[in-house]
């Protein structure tokens, strides 16, 4: 097309009618399945101040250096970021509307989410995400919780075979600044085989290098100091605790000790879930904990876990492994042909519906036989056929599209009750 304008953004892809039945079906799995462990919705705004997210993530993350969304309000000035991700502001709005001053709170969000990444096959710069956080608690307890929820969503969707956990714990405060130092003075003494990633984080991010995705750097990384080997016993207890909930629950997991995450507010355990379905966008859902944000942020300190999952990646690994959504098809399809007819046709669909029952209601005119054909296509069970002769006499013809039966004629009274029948 010549005039880009008129085109979605890169990278932002348009949910099609086609396509919307995945949606729906997995945000209704998604919905009831947090019910079911007492999780509440929360709806933040998309845009927030730049600064919450240099502030929650970290300066030196991919996300705030080279992904975020950022622009400046022409009317006042002020400088606003897309959301990128969904803790920061959660956490920004529990602080502002002092939702934990009566105890520790489950919620959940969904929605989009801008990250400007290179688009590729499940990499996008508007992508969707559920996120959960559980905050106020900071017992084991909760981390096992998150992981076991986890484990029953992939079993509610078809995924329970196709997806891996694999976790890892970050420890506390010191003994990740002892750890740190470590990797500096490693990572310091072989300067040449650093990236130019690696090297600008050296001495701000360190633990960031772990996280790279250079295939060139694997072995230097593999090789690298090790945070399990700094951790404190309280760090190790806790860990030992998630584990212990795990095997006792039956998931299957792996401790891969350079998992780090790329924000800068986990502590303790963190998780990926992740699939070789999808090539290397396989991670579908990560979190962990984050007990230092909420007091990093200005709130009274309280520890909290959470995860994200992207949706796009969950629908496509739903559609790699023949995951079919349940289609809900019209009840009734309803053919008109007459003047008479399409009048009389409105108030029979209106009746189909006033009886709890989904009508299309055929416009446009055309043929029987095209009407027919359309009733056809469009899934129904049932095409309720109008010709003036009917309209005159007030009633329907009733003809089962799906199985066997014969047409009927019905008064429109009873045309309702005859459909709802099955
Ligand atoms: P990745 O390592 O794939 O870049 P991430 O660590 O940046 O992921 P998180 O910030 O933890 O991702 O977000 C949680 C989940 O959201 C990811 O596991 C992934 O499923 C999804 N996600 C993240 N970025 C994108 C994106 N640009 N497009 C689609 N999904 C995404
Ligand atoms: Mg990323």
Known sequence: MANDTLRAVRGMNDILPGEIALWQHFEAVVRDWLAGYGYQEMRTPILEHTGLFKRAIGEVTDIVEKEMYTFVDELNGESLTLRPEGTASGVRAVIEHNMLFDGGKRL?????????????????????????????????????????????????????????????????????????QKLIDYFDAQQGQLDEDARRRLHSNPLRILDTKNPAMQALVEAAPRLIDELDEAALAHFQAVKDGLDAAGIA???????????????????????????????????????????????????????????????????????????????????????????????????????????VLHCGGGSFKSQMKKADASGARYAVIIGDDEALSGEAGVKPLRGAGEQQRVK?????????KE
């Open 108 to 180: 959940w969000y969904q929605g989009p989410m801008f990250r400007h990444e290179r688009p590729q096959k499940g990499r996008y710069r508007q992508f969707h995400q559920v996120g959960v956080e559980a905050l106020g608690f900071a017992g084991p307890d909760m981390d096992i919780e998150h992981l076991l929820m986890t484990a029953r969503l992939w079993r509610r969707l078809g995924l329970a075979g196709h997806v891996r956990l694999e976790i890892n714990t970050l420890g506390g405060a010191e003994s990740r600044a002892r750890h740190r």
């Open 253 to 359: 997991y792996t401790v891969n000790p350079r998992l780090v995450r790329g924000l800068d507010y986990y502590n303790y355990t963190v998780f990926e879930w992740v699939t070789d379905r999808l090539g290397a966008q396989g991670t579908v859902c990560a979190g962990g904990r984050y007990d230092g944000l909420i007091a990093q942020m200005g709130g009274k300190p309280a520890p909290a876990c959470g995860y994200a999952m992207g949706i796009e990646r969950l629908l496509a690994l739903m559609a790699e492994t023949g995951q079919n959504p349940p289609v809900a098809p019209p009840d009734a399809y309803v053919v008109n042909v007459g003047e008479q007819a399409a009048r009389f046709a409105m108030r029979a669909a209106e009746t189909l519906r006033d009886g709890g029952l989904r009508a």
């Open 412 to 420: 429109l009274a009873d045309l309702a009750g005859i459909i709802s």
